[in-house]
């Protein structure tokens, strides 16, 4: 079954501190990987993609997210978070030449002044 | 890209009723998809609406309980039926196209009394 795994459900940190964020995927067949943002109140927007190319794909605001091919993995990372990044993130996938994309649980990241 | 407005943008209603959500893209898209935000949770496929045929539904989502109509390439509308408190969720409207990314509308924040 197609499916988005998010290690983490909420994570706090403060500000100036790195970030990692888990996600694992299970899909058989190649993949298309994302990750989406949600800011509160506002609606979903992307913040990073990978089709195909360097693994290792960067993002707005200082985001990037490396694909691991033998491990089904696209985590993102961040070098030093702001207070402003606080809000929630979603890894989602899908298939390669496909059109309906699957999401993870979420993480909810709050970033302490 | 594509922008994706959504009406309402927040009701409540009385459980027993029904609520029709619009979905107007700026451009012709093929397929379009209703998900469901539950508090706390992530996005859950709802179906599949593909202009001039019936809906596709996800598993746990029936016709009679969330009819969509899709009459022309930049419309589509969800319709929470019979609804009761545990309908109580966002709606999010979303066009994806197998070369790029999700993009979504600000979605309908839905509560059930």
């Known amino acids: 079954a197609q499916s988005v795994s998010q290690h983490n459900h909420h994570v706090i940190l403060s500000e100036a501190a790195s970030l990692e964020l888990g996600c694992n995927y299970s899909?058989?067949?190649?993949?298309?990987l994302f990750w989406y943002v949600q800011y509160p109140g506002q609606h979903l927007q992307l913040l990073l993609k990978?089709?195909?190319?360097?693994?290792l794909v960067k993002g707005i605001k200082g985001f990037e997210a490396e694909f691991i091919k033998s491990k089904f993995s696209f985590n993102l990372r961040k070098p030093s978070v702001q207070w402003s990044d606080t809000a929630e993130y979603f890894c989602?996938?899908?298939?390669?030449?496909?059109?309906?994309?699957?999401f993870g649980a979420g993480t909810r990241l709050f970033v302490k002044a | 890209s594509a922008v994706i407005s959504q009406k309402p943008s927040r009701d409540i209603c009385q459980r027993g009723t029904s609520l029709t959500i619009q979905c107007q893209v700026d451009s012709q898209v093929t397929m379009m998809f209703w998900y469901r935000q539950q508090p706390g949770q992530s996005l859950t496929l709802i179906a599949t609406?593909?202009?001039?045929?019936?809906?596709?539904?996800e598993s746990g989502f029936v016709i009679d309980k969330f009819p969509i109509s899709r009459p022309n390439l930049t419309f589509s509308t969800l319709t929470v039926s019979n609804m009761s408190p545990e309908d109580s969720s966002i709606y999010l409207c979303?066009?994806?196209?197998?070369?790029?990314?999700?993009?979504f509308g600000q979605g309908t924040r839905l509560t059930v009394v």
């Open positions: 990978y089709f195909s190319g360097d693994p």
């Open positions: 609406a593909n202009q001039g045929s019936e809906a596709t539904y």
């Open positions: 989602a996938v899908k298939g390669t030449g496909g059109f309906k994309t699957i």
């Open positions: 899909y058989g067949g190649t993949v298309n």
């Open positions: 979303s066009v994806d196209r197998s070369d790029t990314e999700a993009f």
